[in-house]
Structures are given as C-alpha cells and as structure tokens.
C-alpha cells in the first residue's frame, strides 16, 4: 500500500505540471499564443480573420518579442517578427500576390514604393508560380534581423531573403497602414478588442 501510495505522490506531479503550447482558435485555426523563432521567443500580439465583401478569406496572427498596439510599434519593435496566414478558402495565389503588391503601393509614398518594385515583382512571381493557395494551406512572412524578410509558402522557404527592412515594413502596412487590407483584421492584429 505504501508502495501504491509513494507512486500516486510521484505520477501526480508530472500530470499536473505536463504542459502543452497554448492555442487560440480564430475562425477554426488553432494558433499558438507563443512560439519560438530564429532564436526568439515571440509571443501572438493579435489574430483575426480577413474578410472580403461576407466571405472570410485567410486567418491572420502577428508574432513580436513584444506588446505592440499602435503599427509605428510593430515596425520598430526589435528582434524577428511574423505574421503568420492560413486560408480559409481556395483563391487564386496569383491574384493574392496581385492584391499584396497594390497593398503595400497604397501605403506608401509613391517614391519610396518605387525602389521596392524589384522585390515586389519577385514576390508576385512566387504567388504566380504556386497559382492556387488551398484552404488549410499557410503563408509565413518572417523578418529575421541581419537576413531579411523570409516568405515561406505551404511551408517552404522560396527564394533568397528580401534585405531591406523597408519590404518588410511595407508589407506589413497591407494590414496594418492608414488603408488597410481589412480595418477590422487592423484592429485584431493590434490586439484592440471588438468594437473599440
């Protein structure tokens, strides 16, 4: 019996302190509220759904070193960051890399824009080559410092990196600059709750 009972003293513990990666659903997609990256840990500063007229698009979670609410803090935050897409309908991946490139020309000064069209047409050719993003298929765009902007499709690397952090920043002005992909999704990435 004391055997029985220095046993149950020794299995509790470990089933009570047994942890798994904490998760939140947004729109059927689990993802985790933290997760380690390019020798960081980064933590999930918002997450929410795109929509385009009543159809729901992809899922959306951005990743920082930390807490960020406003877009001027996602840009100069330090270490790597991620925003991390999966689909929740098929779509033609060549008019995703169209939609991306108008993006990021919205949010952004006409000059400033211009020296980033090779890196643009070189991100539109990796959209056009995979021609469709299925649902449950994911897109990653990373920024990994001294590398570079990481684009990763269905869970490979494509290409060599984009260098410049302007690319990376104006990517993320798709979702999060004064013309927002989604002002909605704008608001869930910042972590601002519904409705503020």
Known sequence: MRAFLVLGALTTPLATTAT????????????????????STLRLNGAGIRHKAVFKVYTAGLYLTE????????????????????????????????????????????????KLIPGVMRMSQVFTDHKM?????????????????VLTVKGKVEGEPFKEP??????MRIW???????GQLKDA????????
């Open 20 to 39: 798994t990666a904490a998760t939140v659903d947004v729109g059927g997609v689990k993802l985790e509220e933290r997760l380690t990256a390019h020798g």
């Open 67 to 114: 807490k960020a609410a406003t877009t001027e803090e996602v840009l100069t935050t330090k270490g790597p960051k991620r925003l991390a897409i999966t689909m929740l309908r098929d779509i033609d991946s060549g008019e995703m890399g169209k939609l991306f490139a108008r993006g990021m020309e919205d949010n952004m000064e006409r000059g400033s824009f211009s």
């Open 176 to 182: 999060l600059g004064p013309k927002p992909a989604d």
């Open 133 to 149: 993003l299925r649902t449950g298929e994911t897109l990653v765009i990373d920024w990994v410092p001294d590398t570079g902007t």
């Open 166 to 171: 302007e690319f990376f920043n104006a990517l």
């Open 189 to 196: 990435l910042l972590g601002k709750p519904k409705g503020s």
